[in-house]
């Protein structure tokens, strides 16, 4: 599904307050311990990241109120909703948020139409900024309005429930793990529409899940949790870029980068994407010339050459030039590169590096094989 396909959203631009969040948690169980301190932006998406039992669900479950053992402070904006010192607690059905859980959770008995009004009980009239049929537009769920869930497929679901949290006017929303329980196919329907939210609501938005290539999608702001503990927190590009982190030692490590589509080469079927490091050629994308989009390029897809390449298949050759270079024990080497100020990743045998003589301020030529389009 490519962005033309989904419906506009109105004026659903406005109805968030781009408020930042800031929390400080503390929580301690038999063997876990939760210390994490978080400045999360007040619009976007915000993702928790790290290995099963880095505190991810726990954070989360903290900020909407629903770990009554945590002590610290939460605050979104100018809304205290837990302060430990001061005595201050505001129970979870007080907090101007909503929250998507793994299963949609809808109600049997009630139409789909029902289920998302449910979300208006706990709103003033008044005070309500999002209106029903802007949210159905943007979720693409006006022909299943009459349905009942048993009739609605997972990624339906999903929808209808973020349908209903966005229906309580929500500071916040709330994502956990959403598109876990979802086969590929059904995952692929539902990540269009939550981008589409991104882009469309002024609304913050954290999401947690396990999985990279949602993150590299979604994510404009990412903190990686390790045992609960904030490993790194920051704009994802960055984040991604730092050879420091487990993350970049993993096989799926890769930096995330935004870019413009240029020109498109019908003939052989490629679309070129423009960014300050240069451009990279991709298989053609249904885009109008301008439009931005975001790609992942992992390290292990990324080489370096101290010559330019000749009579290569490679096509994407990028000029950069060596920031560090680190080795770990099992004999790889991983590269960090500055393309015209953009960074980049390259994973090579150590080898290969002691051969080139790879070390900072070296001039070499990045050669992309592989570009993943992520939105």
Known sequence: MNDQSLPAAGSLGRAGVASPIVAS??????????AA???????????????????KTTCLRAIAGLEAKCSGRVAI???????????????????ALGFVFQDARLFPHMSVRRNIDYGCKRVPAA?????????????????????????LSGGEKQRVGIARALMTSPRVLLLDEPLSALDDARKAEVLP?????????????????????????????????????????????????????PLAQAEEGGVVVT??????????????????????????????????????IAARDVSVAL?????????????????????DERGRSLIRLDVGGV???SRITRRSAEQLGIGPGLAVHAQVKGVAVLG
């Not at 948690?25 to 939760?34: A, Q, V």
């Not at 904006?77 to 907090?95: I, K, L, M, N």
């Not at 990412?222 to 490993?231: A, K, S």
């Not at 990028?318 to 270079?325: E, G, H, I, K, S």
Request: net charge negative; proline share 6%; no cysteine.
């Open 193 to 245: 529409y939550l981008v589409r939210l991104r882009d469309e609501l002024a609304l913050p938005m954290i999401y947690v899940s396990h999985s990279m290539h949602e993150v590299a999608q979604l994510a404009d702001h990412l903190v990686l949790l390790e045992r609960g503990r904030v490993l790194a927190s920051g704009p994802i590009a960055e984040v991604t870029a730092r050879a420091d982190l």
């Open 77 to 95: 904006g100018d809304a205290v909703w837990q302060d430990s010192a001061a005595g201050v607690f505001v129970p979870v059905h007080e907090r």
């Open 37 to 55: 301190d978080l400045a999360l932006p007040g619009a976007g998406v915000t993702a928790l990241f790290g290995p099963s039992g880095s505190g």
């Open 127 to 151: 005070e309500r900024r999002i209106d029903f049929d802007e949210v159905v537009a943007l979720l693409g769920i006006e022909a299943l309005l009459d349905r009942k869930p048993a009739r």
């Open 343 to 345: 960074p980049l990743l």
């Open 25 to 34: 948690l503390r929580l301690d169980w038999p063997g876990f311990s939760l």
């Open 259 to 296: 870019t413009r589509l240029g020109l498109r080469d019908d003939g052989y079927g490629l679309s070129r994407l423009d960014f300050a490091g240069g451009a990279v050629w991709v298989a053609s994308l249904d885009r109008a010339p301008g439009a931005a989009v975001r790609i992942q």
């Open 307 to 327: 010559d330019p390449p000749s009579r290569s298949s490679i096509q994407n050759v990028l000029p950069a030039t060596v920031v560090a270079r680190s080795d």
